[in-house]
């Protein structure tokens, strides 16, 4: 009797002890699971505090840098009771014209179990613009500024500080950084030390800047917005160069043998590269990683001779797209292909079709808003993601002064910026003009200065004006 009283006090003994061991793995799944929810309910907040403490900064940004300018104050804490803060710091650069907010938001700070999550905006500001101006160079390297028109040529001589007028030798290409600096390079036609292969023009002040490198000139130039740099290639060893602080060009890596670039775009954290003399290939140079790398691309509609590159990206994007433009290899029928990362390429889509509008393309630009490309025969086509085109019927385009009834130039160069853009015929000098984004277009034929006609090697469209910041509408990149 007594064996199954100590029998059944053992058994519920254990059963005792087996549920204290439930509960307490209920107990602390229970807890495990709330604080997982807190932690994640924390997490969110955090991340919340860290976003408006940063549109705080946005929205007050113009004292709050005019502050900075008398102080090295970098870092800031914004409190939002019973919630918690935003840990902010800046960096400017170029200014005060680029600025990027890291800002943490912290939660529980003063617990010993905190929260915190990050957000970095960075901001472009803008110029205070005048009109908009189109800047030319002939093949004696005189630069032409023209109106909105595309005409009234003026010639315009670049001094430096001193006085000295700069003239470059064997233009070849012009390039703008959306503000107030304006850059042109040379080729590789002059001697020595005393040529200037690339002119540095300060919008603001009207005074220039000349870079001597020895005859180691240039033959085309890009500015990458995602880098705040120009580049260029090198007409003797086919480097890509970027130019340094505005002030020096530096080099960083000789191309992929058997593909001498001819035009090249930069975006994404990639530089990509074309040649007409190497059908259906890219270069692309990744960040990060060791040398160029060729792509022959592959597909329907996609192979031929690539003319045009740009890349593009929209002030909502994170990331933006290059777009390349050329002709089938066998015949005339236009190519559009793009790529965000410069290595995995997509078929581009005519999306209307135009009976008669068969003709290649030469050049393609990317506006600010939209990717605009040329080519022979008054072909005009746009986009405004890289994927889908639209051709412009060239019947409707209004034929202005010099131009003819009944045919079209064969354009070669296009520049653009915002709803403006115009297109160049080097061949022929015939020019095409829009003010509201390409949707209509007007034609006119070669520009005289005095009694002699003007033969464009380059051209490009600005904004020319004081050069001040505009702190009201900034761009913004959002990224964690």
């Known amino acids: 009797m007594n064996n199954q009283k100590g029998n059944i006090l053992i058994s519920l003994l254990l059963i005792i002890i087996v549920l204290s061991i439930l509960s307490i793995g209920v107990y602390k799944l229970s807890y495990s699971a709330g604080r997982q929810a807190q932690f994640s309910r924390d997490n969110s907040q955090a991340y919340y505090l860290a976003k408006a403490g940063a549109e705080l900064m946005i929205e007050n940004i113009e004292g709050i840098i005019e ?197 090249l775009a930069q975006g994404n954290n990639a530089i990509v590269g074309i040649s007409r003399n190497k059908d259906s290939k890219v270069t692309y140079f990744i960040d990060g990683t060791e040398g160029w790398k060729n792509k022959t691309i592959n597909g329907f509609e996609m192979e031929g001779v690539y003319s045009g590159i740009a890349y593009g990206k929209k002030e909502d994007e994170n990331r933006g797209r290059f777009v390349i433009v050329g002709n089938e290899k066998h015949n005339t029928y236009p190519i ?39 080519g022979n025969s008054g072909t005009i086509y746009r986009s405004v993601n890289g994927k889908d085109w639209y051709v412009f019927d060239r019947q409707n385009i209004i034929k202005g002064e010099g131009a003819s009834a009944t045919h079209w130039f064969n354009y070669s160069k ?42 464009l090697i380059d051209l490009i469209v600005i904004n020319k004006g004081r050069g001040e910041r505009d702190f009201t509408n900034p761009t913004i990149h959002w990224s964690k």
């Not at 005393?194 to 023009?201: G, V």
Request: net charge negative; proline share 2%; charged share 25%.
């Open 67 to 263: 502050k900075m300018e008398g102080s090295n104050e970098k870092d800031f804490e914004i409190e939002f009771p019973n919630e918690g803060k935003a840990v902010i710091t800046l960096d400017c650069e170029y200014d005060n014209r680029k600025i990027t907010i890291n800002s943490t938001g912290v939660v529980n700070g003063s617990k010993g179990f905190e929260s915190r999550n990050s957000i970095q905006a960075k901001l472009r500001f803008d110029s205070i613009y005048g009109e908009v101006s189109i800047f030319g160079v002939d093949v004696s390297g005189v630069i032409y500024m023209f109106n909105e028109n595309f005409e009234n040529p003026k010639k315009i001589d670049i001094k430096d500080s001193g006085g000295n007028e700069i003239r470059i030798s064997d233009p070849r290409s012009f390039a703008w950084d959306r503000d107030d600096t304006l850059v042109l390079v040379g080729g590789e036609s002059g001697k020595g030390n005393n040529k200037d292969e690339t002119l540095i023009y300060k919008l603001s002040n009207n005074e220039g800047i000349s870079i001597k490198t020895g005859g180691n000139g240039f033959r085309y130039l890009t500015y990458s917005e995602d880098n705040n740099k120009f580049y260029a290639i090198s007409t003797n060893n086919d480097k890509i160069n970027y130019l340094d602080d505005y002030i020096k060009w530096k080099d960083i890596h000789k191309p992929t043998v058997g593909l001498k670039i001819e035009k």
């Open 336 to 374: 559009f292909i793009f790529s965000e990362n410069g290595y995995d390429w997509q078929k581009g889509m005519q999306k209307n079709t135009m009976s008669g509008i068969n003709y290649e393309l030469k050049d393609v630009i990317w506006t600010g808003k939209i990717f605009v490309a040329i």
């Open 414 to 455: 296009v520049s653009g910026y915002g709803d403006y853009i115009v297109a160049y015929s080097n061949t022929q000098g015939g020019r095409l003009v829009s003010t509201d984004g390409g949707v209509t277009w007007i034609e006119k034929g070669p520009m005289k200065y005095g009694d002699n006609e003007i033969n």
